[in-house]
């Protein structure tokens, strides 16, 4: 990518922070009144009705740093030295509306979205958002995002009403993406009604443990399911250190493997490769939320210098100290530009 700005100066490297949170104020208004017409599940109702009516300063600037796309934001990647952010409509994107709202609102988000990047071209990027419940729809807007809006990457928020990707009905929304040759990113949501009980009582259901636990599940339901033998050349992508999978990833592949010998469930079939193999080659993972030396250092050890992409979690995790715990990690130059830039650049397609 050329940068007429920036072309990293003496870092050597840019800064392209790929899972970056913007939204629309049809999004957000959605979301309010489905929580006051008792009609959000309960983990939205948690979410949006703190984010959408608290006044404290935690939920007041970063609904008003989600809505801007020019200024604000602009300003404060220049304070964070952020040259490139990775933009997507935040979580739980479209996935919580009727179907027939929620294409209409994420067509409407998307178009805003390619709007902004063609404002900022040098500074933004967009990614498709879907509205899973229409999977044919989603596929369609998905090859719509690529060839109409210059979009580089499709999002999820994760389950669509408690459903899963690796349900055969969403096949057409892996293939769309396989098709286009963008990476599908699995963004944390709130867990499902099914499993949000233990979680939403503790307030443990978002940011802090459950939107972990809830997308780790999703991309091993989809590598277990077989979806990159289905897809060999797709990419998935996801956040926060890899969902903590790549930590758990030696535990995970033996009691996969001996599951599948035993024949203890019908779902757990034999594949290709082992879930080191998926995680190491049709993976990768981003640092959003997890500015942390250690668990950046040990992810790039398990999946490879070539799977590991910084992000920011802007404005949910906006911390400029973040960015030079970055800078200061202890790996190579080649290896911090990988972090910081080139992989990006491959992965998208910059
Ligand atoms: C939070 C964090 C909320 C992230 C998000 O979407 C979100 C949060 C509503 O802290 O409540 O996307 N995040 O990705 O870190
Ligand atoms: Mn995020």
Not at 173 to 186: H, M, N
Not at 246 to 256: A, C, E, K, T, V
Request: contains cysteine; negative net charge.
């Amino acid at each position: 990518m050329t940068h007429p700005l920036n072309t990293g100066g003496d870092r050597g490297y840019l800064r392209i922070a790929t899972e970056e949170a913007c939204a629309t104020r049809e999004q957000i208004d959605g979301y309010l009144r489905l929580v006051r017409e008792g009609k959000a599940d309960r983990g939205t109702t948690s979410l949006w009705g703190f984010y959408g009516t608290s006044p404290s300063e935690r939920a007041t600037t970063i609904v008003e740093r989600l809505l801007d796309l020019d200024d604000r934001r602009i300003a404060d990647m220049d304070a964070t030295g952020i040259d490139v952010a990775i933009l997507s409509m935040t979580a739980p994107g479209f996935q919580v509306f009727e179907a027939d709202e929620a294409k209409a609102m994420c067509g409407r988000a998307n178009d805003a979205l390619a709007a902004a990047v063609e404002r900022h071209p040098d500074r933004y990027v967009g990614m498709t958002s879907i509205a899973p419940q229409d999977p044919e729809w989603s596929a369609r807007e998905i090859a719509r995002g690529k060839a109409e809006l210059g979009f580089k990457g499709v999002m999820v928020n994760s389950h669509t009403k408690g459903e899963y990707l690796d349900e055969p009905k969403f096949d057409p929304i892996l293939r769309a993406c396989a098709e286009a040759g963008q990476p599908l990113y699995i963004h944390p949501q709130s867990p499902p009604d099914s499993m949000i009980g233990p979680f939403v009582e503790s307030g443990l259901d978002g940011a802090v443990f459950g939107f972990g636990v809830e997308v780790g599940l999703h991309l091993l339901r989809l590598i277990t399911i077989g979806v990159f033998d289905r897809y060999p050349d797709l990419t998935i992508c996801v956040g926060h250190g890899g969902e903590a999978l790549p930590y758990w990833l030696y535990r995970i592949d033996y009691m996969h493997q001996a599951g599948v010998r035993s024949g203890r469930y019908e779902r757990m079939k034999p594949l290709n490769k082992s879930i080191f193999g998926y995680m190491r080659e049709n993976v990768c993972i981003t640092t959003s939320g997890m500015a942390w030396a250690p668990a950046i250092t040990f992810a790039m050890d398990v999946l490879g210098e070539d799977r590991v992409m910084y992000a920011m979690d802007y404005p949910y995790q906006y911390v400029p100290d973040e960015v030079r715990t970055h800078d200061l990690l202890k790996i190579s130059d080649a290896a911090k530009k990988k972090l910081m830039q080139t992989n990006a650049e491959r992965v998208f397609g910059l």
